[in-house]
């Protein structure tokens, strides 16, 4: 199961146990995009890449029971994602014992696994 962290007090007591933890730094934008076609304005909204691996984290954790995983909206927690460096979305960091082990940008489930 993928828990949403949704204050910066939470994502650190999240990382302070032993666990390894998947962070995964993702916006809501960065999953919509609108086209508008000024003749007829239409708007057609296609998903994103965070939108469109969002599924695929959600599969990961459950094949991956021993692991922690974890979402974090960047608008919301900004503090964070400036902390971690994080500039690309979707930003995956792995975490052991409060340290980022591991880290990978894009949405690549096959990439997120050799994490």
Request: aromatic residues 12%; charged residues 20%; negative net charge.
């Amino acid at each position: 199961m993928v828990h949403e962290v949704t204050s910066k007090e939470e994502f650190d007591k999240t990382l302070s146990g032993d666990s390894v933890v998947v962070v995964d730094f993702y916006a809501n934008w960065c999953g919509t995009f609108l086209y508008i076609n000024s003749i007829i304005l239409l708007v057609t909204v296609l998903l994103g890449p965070c939108m469109r691996f969002a599924p695929q984290f959600e599969e990961l954790a459950r094949e991956h029971p021993n692991l922690v995983f974890v979402k974090v909206n960047v608008d919301n927690l900004q503090e964070l994602a400036q902390k971690y460096n994080v500039t690309s979305l979707p930003t995956f960091k792995v975490f052991k014992s409060g340290q980022v082990q591991g880290e990978f940008l894009g949405a690549n489930k096959e990439g997120l696994k050799f994490v």
